[in-house]
């Protein structure tokens, strides 16, 4: 089967560049504004993910150690289950491996369930039983349901026999609001709930790709999103300059690969650490140690629970920050690494490296894969970057 092109939710549209490939509608997330309780809900995810916990001080105020808002990601796409097809806003997500979506079980009273498309299982005629529970630990509570097994589309890619979880209860308010409705893991299986299959084996399994090879092309200009794409099954080389630096993966669990150094002012800010590239976060996750030091450096203030923030007047003469990855350094600039966010109509510039208790490795989100044409190639174990070609 040829690559198969996937665009994603834009606020200007970007077409793909290579003839033949399967184009999707664009889904939009109009009049998004970043505030810290998106950031708060966004590094709820990540904890829950990586088994981390949220930095918090005693001293902090009851308005930055609650969560008040949701997790409104911004890359999504449309993926549908059954027959006849039932749609879902899906977020892609690299850090993790599981496929879920709200069920039609779920609680009439559970906000984010009802304000999402919902799976009916009484309407597809390729829907088979499993029943066997599933749950996510939160920061906010548990994500929790069943599983099902159905037949799921994405792209135009059909995959036979797809074991999901429908979620019956939702946690908190982490998913009210989010554009998606739920999420797509394309990590490994190793991490997967309840050793379930993922979508993107299964389509190496059943053939259904080229190549077992899933790429990213996430447009950004500072904090607005201008467009993007994942291509199923191959690459587009028009997409990127240059040529593509790969690293082997050194764990397959999540996308992880050894980040030589991080380095701006001269000064190294880490060296021979592993790293996790993972589409389902726009910050860069470090550890305590290189979020204090880097923060120092660029003169960002720490707020006690793991956030920095820099006057907005200073963002343009703040220094890059350089990462090391295989043979070649990679180039983050103040407007790659400072996200402006609203609070009670007020605008401050946060730095988008952050840590959480427990953290050892560092996180790579969309303030670096925007900037940087990625490839998760499971047949090759490795990981592609290269300079996006704006």
């Known amino acids: 089967m040829r690559p198969v092109c996937l665009i994603l939710f834009v606020l200007i ?19 998004y504004t970043r505030t810290h309780g998106k950031v ?19 001293s902090a105020s009851e308005g930055t150690e609650t969560l008040h808002d949701s997790a409104d990601r911004e890359y999504y796409g449309l993926l549908s289950i059954g027959t006849p097809k039932q749609n879902f806003n899906i977020l892609f997500d690299t850090g993790s491996a599981n496929l879920w979506v709200p069920s039609a079980k779920c609680s009439a009273s559970n906000k984010a369930c009802q304000k999402h498309n919902k799976y009916h299982s009484g ?21 929790s349901g069943f599983l099902s097994t159905d037949t ?14 429908e979620a019956t209860n939702e946690p908190g308010s982490t998913f009210t609001d989010a554009k998606f409705a739920g999420i797509l893991g394309l990590a490994f299986k190793s991490i997967a709930v309840d050793g379930v299959t993922p979508p993107w084996d299964n389509m190496i399994e059943q053939k259904l790709l080229d190549e077992p ?58 060296r021979n650490t592993q790293a996790i590239a993972d589409t389902g976060t726009s910050l860069i996750v470090l550890p305590k140690a290189a979020y204090t030091r880097i ?31 295989g ?36 996180i790579l989100g969309d303030a670096f894969i925007g900037k940087f ?3 998760f190639d499971k047949g090759n174990n490795r990981i592609g970057f290269a300079p996006v070609a704006y």
């Open 13 to 31: 549209g970007i077409g793909c560049a290579v003839a033949k490939l399967n184009r999707l509608s664009l889904q939009v997330n109009g009049n």
């Open 40 to 58: 708060k809900a966004e590094k709820t995810l990540l904890a829950a993910k990586y088994g981390y916990t949220l930095a918090t001080t005693s």
């Open 123 to 143: 309407e597809s005629s390729t829907y088979v039983a499993n029943g066997e529970s599933f749950s996510i630990e939160y920061g906010t509570g548990s994500l």
């Open 152 to 165: 799921v589309e994405v792209a135009g890619i059909q995959i036979k026999s797809q074991t999901f979880a």
């Open 213 to 270: 090879v899933i790429s990213f092309y996430l447009k950004l200009k500072g904090t607005a999103v201008q467009g993007g794409e994942m291509i199923l099954g191959g690459i587009d080389s028009s997409l990127y300059k240059g040529s593509l630096t790969w690293v082997p993966v050194t764990k397959a669990a999540y996308w992880q690969f050894k980040l030589t150094a991080i380095k701006t002012k001269g000064v190294f800010i880490s």
């Open 295 to 325: 923060n120092n450096l660029i003169g960002a203030e720490d707020n006690g629970e793991g956030e920095a923030f820099v006057r907005c007047g200073r963002v343009s003469a703040l220094p890059n920050v350089n990462l090391h990855i």
């Open 327 to 362: 043979d070649r350094f990679f180039t983050l600039t103040p407007s790659d690494y400072i996200i402006r966010i609203t609070e009670s109509g007020e605008t401050y510039c946060m730095s988008v490296f952050t840590y959480m208790e427990g953290n050892t490795l560092t």
């Open 373 to 375: 044409y990625t490839v």
